[in-house]
């Protein structure tokens, strides 16, 4: 799954590839796309940036679909701070 931003006159054009779906990681949801994030797009809008933070997804259905790997990105745990 990707997703590519293009500019146009007055607009953004957001493309969603969602050929590779993946289970989210509490299993409710199907992730179509996502920026993981907000993300800087490099395209500016009156001096400034413009950033974008975009999450396409299905709601399952009861009928499970084929579990795959969630992106590694959004399975990061926190590391444990160290006491002292």
């Known amino acids: 799954m990707s997703v590519e ?18 289970i989210s990681a509490s299993g409710k949801t199907l992730v179509l796309g996502t920026t993981h994030g907000s993300t800087p797009t490099g395209i500016m809008y009156k001096g400034r940036e413009i950033v ?3 999450n396409a997804f ?18 990061k745990k926190p590391k444990p701070h160290a006491a002292g």
Do not use: C, M, W
Not at 58 to 73: D, F, G, I, L, T
């Open 5 to 22: 931003v293009k500019a146009g006159k007055n607009a953004l054009a957001i493309e969603v590839h969602f050929d590779n779906p993946a």
């Open 52 to 54: 974008l933070n975009l």
């Open 58 to 75: 299905v709601y399952r259905s009861k009928k499970k679909e084929k579990r795959q790997k969630p992106s590694p990105k959004t399975t």
